[in-house]
T-cell receptor, first 113, second 115 residues
Framework: KQEVTQIPAALSVPEGENLVLNCSFT??????LQWFRQDPGKGLTSLLL?????REQTSGRLNASLDKSSGRSTLYIAASQPGDSATYLC????????????FGSGTRLSIRP | SQTIHQWPATLVQPVGSPLSLECTVE??????LYWYRQAAGRGLQLLFY??????ISSEVPQNLSASRPQDRQFILSSKKLLLSDSGFYLC??????????????FGSGTRLTVV
């Protein structure tokens, strides 16, 4: 059974710092991995989607990497801004769950001005 | 382009009352559809998913049911709400096919409070 873990659960950093969020999964037979952002009381916004054959994806200040063999992904945020404050969730699709994605519990990020 | 609509945004219902939440997708055909629930301060729990009309898979035994009467319509229902049904309900869609490498797109959610 696929399990997804995100560390740390919460993170607070001053504005301008670069930071890394971690995601690990137990079953490496995945189709893809997706990073989402959730603002309080809101739905999920997709940030980056990495296919199993890819090593990384970039969008603006965000870079997500995938190491399928070790069951790990990282989300790198460059030059953090207060507007980046949100909960970040990773989710994997595939393995024993071919038609559905399994979410991590999220990292709550706070950027201090 | 594809869009997903979910309504209502907020709902306050008394215990024992029925529930119907609706989700529709535009701009695609034969999507996989999903209902998730997020309890306060907790992670996302998959409730139901559907890979086609009339095909519903239930992930968690509960007071809720789901139906897919049309290709791009997914409905979450309950005959009698419990206090424990309170939470944030999210609908999502993905490209069809169990092996397809599509990502997920989520609706804006429904905040349900059972009183």
């Amino acid at each position: 059974k696929q399990e997804v873990t995100q560390i740390p659960a919460a993170l607070s950093v001053p504005e301008g710092e670069n930071l890394v969020l971690n995601c690990s999964f137990t079953d490496s037979a995945i189709y893809n991995l997706q990073w989402f952002r959730q603002d309080p009381g809101k739905g999920l916004t997709s940030l980056l989607l990495i296919q199993s054959s890819q090593r990384e994806q970039t969008s603006g200040r965000l870079n997500a990497s995938l190491d399928k063999s070790s069951g790990r992904s990282t989300l790198y945020i460059a030059a953090s801004q207060p507007g980046d404050s949100a909960t970040y969730l990773c989710a994997v699709k595939g393995g024993s769950s071919a038609s559905k994605i399994i979410f991590g519990s999220g990292t709550r990020l706070s950027i201090r001005p | 382009s594809q869009t997903i609509h979910q309504w209502p945004a907020t709902l306050v219902q008394p215990v024992g009352s029925p529930l119907s939440l609706e989700c529709t997708v535009e701009g695609t055909s034969n999507p996989n559809l999903y209902w998730y629930r997020q309890a306060a301060g907790r992670g996302l729990q998959l409730l139901f998913y559907s890979v086609g009309i009339g095909q519903i898979s239930s992930e968690v035994p509960q007071n809720l049911s789901a139906s897919r009467p049309q290709d791009r319509q997914f409905i979450l229902s309950s005959k009698k709400l419990l206090l424990s049904d309170s939470g944030f309900y999210l609908c999502a869609w993905s490209g069809g096919g169990s092996g397809a490498n599509y990502g997920y797109t989520f609706g804006s959610g429904t905040r349900l409070t059972v009183v």
